[in-house]
């Protein structure tokens, strides 16, 4: 898995890369060309933030059973559950490459530990959680604000993300039914989907070249019956050129 990652790194920073010495122009019928680009080219960012990702799992089915010392609690669980939510919080990688004065493409790398929904049942008894979760995104994003020389400026972002989740957890005394052995249980899963989702951010230039800036999105797991939250809380990006 280490490998699969890896390659994966490899190959968003080196397409990451090559975006960055990416260079168009758009010619229209008229007297004169019109170069959409600031100052000749694309601005390209390299971006590092602080966020988290919720996700709801809508493909996995009710987890059946309790842990034996927990069973008191079982009857919480049938009106109120979350075995679907996961959460995870970490850094993430990004690129931002300008098409436009306005407009621009957006790619992040996200890899983290993951709250798998189950560690919130009553009823289970979970002591060693080592759920993963990776995500892989990119985003169109549109200036909301026309002057580019305001400090402050809002975006509209929308886009897909590919998700690859690793559930593995022990569960300690696990039965299934109340006739069954007590026994603990590795329940291991891994799920791949692809969500959309869409959102504002908003970013402000603290120098010629580095700006704060958060984003928010919201939206679908394909094939549809799941939830996905996308939330950059707190980064930096740098301009490179």
Not at 19 to 34: E, F, K, L, M, W
Not at 45 to 66: A, C, E, I, M, P
Not at 162 to 181: F, H
């Amino acid at each position: 898995m280490f490998k699969l990652y890896a390659v994966v790194i490899l190959t968003f920073l080196f397409l990451g890369l090559n975006i960055s010495h990416t260079y168009s122009q758009i010619v229209i019928n008229g007297p004169r060309p019109i170069n959409l680009y600031n100052q000749g080219g694309g601005e390209f960012y390299v971006s590092l933030s602080y966020g988290y990702n919720f996700w709801k799992d809508g493909k996995q089915k009710k987890f059946k059973g309790y842990s034996s010392s927990m069973s008191d609690f079982s009857i919480v669980n049938d009106f109120v559950s979350f075995d679907k939510f996961d959460y995870s919080s970490g850094l993430f990688l990004g690129f931002e490459k300008g098409i436009t004065d306005r407009f621009s493409l957006k790619g992040h790398l996200f890899y983290a530990s993951m709250l798998s929904g189950l560690s919130t049942r009553t009823d289970l008894a979970i002591p060693d959680n080592k759920s993963k979760f990776f995500q892989m995104s990119a985003y169109s994003s549109l200036s909301l604000t026309k002057d580019r020389g305001k400090i402050l400026s809002f975006q509209w972002l929308i886009g897909p993300e590919i998700i690859y989740a690793q559930k593995d957890l022990i569960i300690k005394e696990y039965m299934e039914t109340s006739e069954s052995e007590a026994v603990d249980y590795h329940y291991k899963e891994s799920v791949m989907e692809v969500s959309l989702v869409t959102g504002l951010g908003a970013s402000i230039r603290v120098m010629e070249k580095l700006s704060l800036f958060s984003d928010g999105l919201i939206g679908i797991s394909l094939p549809g019956k799941g939830i996905k939250v996308s939330s950059h809380n707190i980064g930096l990006k740098y301009r490179i050129n």
